[in-house]
């Protein structure tokens, strides 16, 4: 058992005259005891998504123990992502629900299932959607990062019923991506838990779950963007922004930032982008405006809506000879279409996960750059709420307003009040 205190979204171990003032703060719930309920069924506040295209409904849930291999994990904050949106609105939502949604999220270890050695309580982890095992032959491969032993290699959208350790009014409850952040308390597999700088404040960090790597990644892993080089990214939610990010931390001397919402273009520019192009305004084909603009067209597109429509969009929007398009936005409702010429002409079309991060290596290093300020987060976000809100913030997104919204999840209500009065 140990005690911590959270400042600011940062976890911090209590000093002997914190440990003075618990007797009394504990009262207002200013701390709380770690390890108390380990092997014990934990009663926790969840977000629940019933069914699809419904409210989700802050409920009791009961969060088993921590099994083989296991983890269970106290959460402290979570972003809100378009791909929980996508499962809850558009998706291919057989046998998707009930499901407690959320994948970008931080917290601290409560316990540890039998077999697992290189976590303990109290470290400061951020769960991952998708797992690095180190032994498959894929984690073995340094060209991938498409781990085969985690949840997502028989399935698509959320844990099997057998693997999820969530129940709710005798329901099983599905684990979303294998996570399910909207909860107080969650169980992950270790394989897909990275540990990162206790430092960190984690309604930052948690940002690096899912969005933040995915779009920077997708830009300086997979597309390898090079200095000098030109770059268009379509789409400027989170993923976007986070892509524009990555050329400009490679170098890029031009960054066509492209939406329909020019909104999203004074955010864009912060992170880099130097031109920008709303397709409402043009009556010209995307394509056609950027060439163009680029003597031809980009070294350099990234898809970041989740439109085939657009997919193909950036990849005519690359040069002949060497132009690279990356898909970042995520669909499995339709195909796409292009012609064959034009990557006989020399373009090369590529789509990455997770900004082809290899999991457990890569979260804690973006954690390290973002402490070493060499990428940023703070811009990201616009929106903090209590987990109670989180309809609220599912509707900002929905309607295309601002970017991104941190939950906070944390369980005791005068610590999330505090913490919410920060930030305003
Ligand atoms: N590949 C992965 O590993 C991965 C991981 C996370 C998210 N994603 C996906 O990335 C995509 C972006 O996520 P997000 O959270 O940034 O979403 P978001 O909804 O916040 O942002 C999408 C942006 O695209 C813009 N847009 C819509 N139609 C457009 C068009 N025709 N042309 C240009 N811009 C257009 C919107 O105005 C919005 O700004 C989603 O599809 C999400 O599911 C993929
Ligand atoms: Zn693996
Ligand atoms: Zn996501």
Redesign the pocket.
């Known amino acids: 058992m140990f005690d911590f205190k959270i400042e600011k979204g940062l976890v911090l171990p209590l000093s002997s005259s914190d440990l003075k003032s618990v007797k009394l703060s504990r009262q207002s719930c200013a701390t709380a005891t770690f390890g108390k309920d380990q092997g014990l069924v934990i009663k926790c506040k969840a977000a629940v998504a019933w069914e699809p295209n419904k409210p989700l409904v802050i409920e009791e849930i009961e969060v088993a123990p921590p099994q083989a291999n296991e983890i269970r994990i106290k959460m402290v904050a979570t972003g809100v992502?378009?791909?929980d949106l996508?499962h809850l609105f558009e998706g291919m939502h057989e046998g998707g629900f009930p499901v407690v949604l959320g994948h970008e999220g931080a917290g601290i270890v409560e316990s540890v299932g039998p077999g697992v050695t290189e976590y303990q309580t109290g470290d400061t982890v951020i769960p991952l959607f998708l797992s690095q095992c180190k032994e498959c032959r894929f984690c073995k491969n340094p060209k991938s990062n498409h781990c085969e032993k985690g949840w997502i290699a028989d399935r698509q959208g959320e844990m099997s019923p057998a693997e999820s350790r969530f129940t709710c009014k005798g329901k099983k409850l599905l684990q979303f991506v294998g996570t399910s952040t909207f909860s107080e308390y969650t169980v992950v597999n270790q394989m897909a838990v990275a540990k990162i700088d206790p430092a960190a404040p984690l309604d930052k960090v948690c940002l690096l779950g899912?969005?933040i790597c995915?779009g920077f990644g997708a830009a300086v892993n997979v597309a390898q963007v090079e200095p000098g080089s030109t770059c268009a990214v379509?789409?400027?939610?989170?993923?976007?922004l986070a892509a524009v990010m990555g050329c400009h931390f490679a170098g890029a001397k031009k960054i066509i930032a492209?939406?329909?919402?020019p909104e999203?273009f004074e955010m864009a520019k912060v992170f880099g982008a130097t031109d920008f192009v709303n397709?409402k305004d043009r009556s010209k084909p995307i394509s056609e405006v950027i060439a163009e603009m680029t003597n031809g067209g980009v070294d350099f597109s990234l898809e970041?809506?989740?439109?085939v429509?657009?997919m193909r969009s950036a990849l005519e929007s690359c040069v002949k000879g060497w132009g690279v398009s990356v898909i970042?936005?995520?669909?499995d409702l339709c195909d796409f279409a292009a012609r064959p010429i034009q990557l006989i002409a020399g373009r090369t079309w590529k789509g990455?996960?997770?900004?082809g991060f290899k999991s457990r290596d890569g979260v804690p290093q973006m954690v390290q750059s973002y402490m070493d300020k060499k990428v940023k987060l703070d811009e990201f976000i616009t929106h903090n709420m209590p987990l109670a809100q989180v309809n609220d913030a599912i509707e900002l997104?929905k309607n295309?307003k601002w970017?991104i919204y941190i939950l906070y999840v944390y369980i005791i209500e005068d610590l999330q009040t505090e913490l919410y009065k920060d930030k305003h």
């Open positions: 992502c378009h791909t996508y899912c969005g995915t379509f789409g400027l939610g989170a993923v976007g492209v939406d329909i919402n999203k397709p970041c809506v989740g439109s429509g657009v970042v936005g995520w669909t990455a996960l997770f900004g997104m295309g970017y």
